[in-house]
């Protein structure tokens, strides 16, 4: 046991999912085909080695919200996976570009303590000056969060704070020698509002760069088939049709149309004889067809017609004794079946098919289409998004053909336009409907850039209000930690210089109607358009505050990780619980899941004891007590499963904070008339993910978590529905599945057994309805799911 920073003591993290993590890199890194991908992986072989060595050393605290030995909370720490802390700071490391072009500007080395340097630089009056100019410009960009600190020193000195800069710089300054407090200098300043983008243009230009890598040979193959080998094959066809004595070779072609004489099987060729003849200049027109055929030859097929000709070409140029008559023989075959199956070289036979194959290959390949896409998009600034895609789709210009030797007006392919939907600034709501946002993990990846005009609202300066929209998008990509005991995250108003920006802001009811209206639209967006899906936490982090921002009390609850489970709940998911059994009493939900009137003054006392401060060791494992009941199991320390079950029901009893939306939001009557069609979304994606799992890996636990997080979605929007759709959902339901496979069919109807019993006012835990094989569908159980044997 060890003291935390809280003073609280706590277990450490055993190594065992650090090693397993470096195992997996060290794998990779030396057996997987892609080079790039072996690059990445010993990256991470390192940074798993720094984790540790950190660990085992101690200067690494797992678990801790301040895990580096010395580093304030503020202080952005490198996160891998599964939330370790590396070691590293995200605004330390190597001094990057821009830092080593000012260090050369001012003819300085690289040294050791050039970060201290270039931090105390900018508190000169040339320093504030030129962040002065990025102030007023807002030209800058803010990757780590404490890149934006000595920006807000300059603002307070310029507005005449010097107490609140002092401050600040009294946090900062001893740490000058190890991180950035100043931002990288842009082309264009970064933009925030109701619109937003999912990526920026950067990233669509990298994707069009590795569909620019993707050539497709055989359009290639093809290209320089019609282009180059067809007009040498008609060429060499015609040089050798001159040294024909008599008519051209041909095929007589039966009525039938076969071209072989059925008796002896060979092709009954007409005309007369090659190399009977050489007109003037026929070898020096051979030699010259003969060179430019010798780039083509190494790639042609050993049985090409063309190859065979040309081999032949080169025998009557430099050895015309060599050929015999068998030689002449084949020469004349090939001669006869070209020009019965194409026409003679000139003929308008030959001119039109020749026509048709020019036209077939004339598009410009996609890969150089996403060449030419990539090029125009680098026009634009590549950190942000893109207002108006439109100009992008014009079709190809005289310029660029030329550049490419191809022909001008070749047209953008929809395939390729459709990218730029990833970097187009619109609402989230016309994102949601494009399938741009096609989920609610990516939806809360978008949120940021809203949140950040959002909480800027309330500064009324311009250069400060976008200083402010920086900081909190970088905050917002600083990965969360790996925590114990019931720490939180560190937040937003713990950076000293946003603390001294809060201090300038202005608590009106505007900025608070905003907000509202803002939390009201994306949780009606995010219910309705995704209802299959259990509110990720980084979305749950974006709405927690907007309501913060809105002044409103709601809790809301995270997801918890099992294998750090440590048996406690925080108070407030006791208190999300007696709320939502109480709203949800005598439901559907309830009836389904077991929720009784015992259950609900349980949580009524345990939430009323806990708003009194009331501490008792009955009060303190409360919640999480009667979760380890209602599971079955007793949390600890590598029972990973045991804590994943107590964590589930703790997740029904606070319906994992539908209830509180839609009850402190005051969203029923907006969604009353959905939730039917919303318990249907949710019923048919589970329908796809468990055939998806059928077809992959029965047993694919994965799929059962998801698909019963799913299903409880699915009956707490049935039960905020009116009974009457109860019968018909079901009715729904049955016909739904019976157009399914029949192991589907197998797999699921416990579950909407249990379901339709519940409906039907019965419990699932009475002996009769165990006996008629209704199951409670749940993610996890101490033995073998019943999903993965169906």
């Known amino acids: 046991m060890d003291n935390d920073d809280t003073g609280c003591s706590r277990i450490r993290i055993a190594p065992g999912y650090a090693t397993l993590q470096l195992s997996a890199a060290l794998r990779t890194a030396s057996d997987h085909p892609d080079p790039q991908t072996r690059a990445r992986a010993a990256l991470k072989v390192q940074q798993w080695e720094q984790i540790m060595v950190g660990m085992f050393t101690g200067a690494i605290a797992v678990g801790s919200r301040t895990p580096l030995d010395g580093a304030p909370a503020w202080v952005t720490p490198e996160v891998a996976k599964g939330g370790f802390a590396t070691g590293d700071l995200k605004a330390g490391g190597p001094l990057q570009d821009h830092e080593l072009a000012t260090l050369a500007a001012a003819g300085m080395a690289p040294a050791p303590d050039a970060r ?37 020193v300059a603002w307070l000195t310029r507005h005449r704070k010097p107490e609140h800069a002092r401050e600040l710089l009294d946090a900062i300054v001893p740490w000058f020698a190890h991180l950035r407090f100043y931002p990288l200098p842009a082309a264009q300043p970064r933009r925030f509002g109701e619109r937003v983008f999912l990526t920026p243009v950067r990233a669509v230009v990298d994707a069009m760069q590795e569909r620019q890598r993707k050539v497709n040979l055989r359009i290639l193959a093809q290209r320089e088939a019609v282009r180059v080998r067809l007009p040498l094959y008609d060429r060499v066809v015609q040089l050798f049709l001159d040294s024909v004595d008599g008519a051209p070779p041909s095929i007589n072609i039966g009525a ?149 030797g191809e022909a001008s007006g070749a047209q953008i392919p929809a395939v390729l336009l459709a990218k730029l939907d990833r970097c187009s600034i619109e609402t989230v709501t016309v994102l949601v409907e494009r399938g741009v946002i096609a989920s609610a993990e990516v939806l809360a990846a978008v949120l940021p850039q809203l949140s950040a005009a959002i909480n800027a609202a309330a500064i009324t300066e311009a250069s400060l209000k976008q200083l402010y929209g920086a900081l909190y998008q970088a905050f917002r990509r600083r990965r969360s930690l790996l925590l114990q005991n019931l720490q939180s995250q560190v937040r937003l108003g713990e950076l000293p210089w946003v603390a001294a920006i809060n201090a300038q802001r202005e608590q009106g009811l505007a900025p608070r109607t905003v ?160 939730y039917e069609r919303m318990a249907q979304q949710c019923f048919e994606w589970i329908c796809r993910n468990q055939q998806n799992a059928l077809n992959a890996w029965p047993g694919d636990l ?67 309805s165990r006996a008629s094989g209704a199951r409670r569908l749940l993610a996890y159980t101490s033995e073998q799911h019943w999903m993965a044997v169906a």
Request: a neutral charge; charged letters at 20%.
């Open 515 to 674: 907000a509202r209206s803002t939390l009201d639209e994306l949780t009606l967006l995010t219910l309705t358009s995704f209802p299959q899906t259990a509110i990720p936490n980084p979305l749950i982090q974006e709405l927690n505050t907007l309501a913060g921002n809105a002044g409103l009390d709601l809790p809301l609850v995270e997801e918890l990780a099992a294998d750090i489970f440590m048996g406690m709940f925080a108070h407030k998911f006791t208190k999300v619980a007696a709320h939502a059994t109480a709203m949800l009493d005598g439901s559907l939900y309830s009836r389904y899941y077991g929720i009784g009137e015992h259950v609900r003054d349980q949580l009524r006392q345990l939430a009323q004891q806990g708003e009194a401060k009331i501490r008792t060791p009955e009060i303190e494992s409360g919640l999480a007590g009667l979760c380890e009941t209602r599971a079955g199991v007793r949390c600890g320390l590598g029972t990973v499963i045991n804590n994943a079950m107590i964590i589930e029901q703790q997740q029904i009893l606070t319906t994992h904070n539908l209830a509180a939306l839609v009850a402190r939001l005051d969203l029923d009557g907006q969604l009353q008339p959905h």
């Open 256 to 404: 039938d149309g076969a071209w072989r004489d059925p008796a002896t099987g060979k092709f009954r060729i007409a005309g007369g004889w090659p190399c009977r003849r050489y007109p003037a200049r026929w070898r020096e027109r051979g030699e010259a067809l003969l060179h430019e055929w010798q780039p083509h030859a190494a790639t042609a097929r050993n049985d090409d017609s063309m190859k065979e000709l040309f081999g032949y070409l080169h025998l009557c140029v430099t050895e015309p004794a060599a050929l015999n008559g068998r030689d002449v023989g084949r020469i004349r075959l090939i001669l006869g079946r070209y020009v019965s199956k194409r026409g003679l070289p000139g003929s308008t036979r030959l001119a039109a098919l020749r026509s048709e194959q020019a036209r077939q290959v004339a598009a410009m390949p996609y890969h150089l289409l996403a060449g030419v896409l990539a090029e125009r998009l680098r026009a634009f600034p590549q950190n942000g998004g893109l207002e108006d895609t439109a100009p992008l789709g014009v079709a190809v210009s005289a310029a660029e053909a030329d550049s490419l």
């Open 702 to 768: 994965r799929a059962i978590r998801n698909a019963a997080y799913a299903w409880r979605q699915m009956v707490f929007f049935l039960s905020m529905a009116d009974m009457s759709s109860h019968d018909r959902f079901i009715a729904w339901t049955r016909g739904h599945l019976a157009q399914e496979s029949p192991r589907l069919r197998q797999r699921l109807a416990p579950a909407l057994a249990g379901l339709e019993l519940a409906a039907a006012g019965h419990a699932l835990d009475d002996a009769a």
């Open 116 to 152: 201290r340097w270039l931090n105390a630089r900018l508190l000169t009056d040339d320093g504030l000056a030129s962040l002065y100019t990025l102030l007023d410009s807002g030209c800058y960009e803010i990757n780590a969060p404490e890149e934006g600190a000595l920006l807000v």
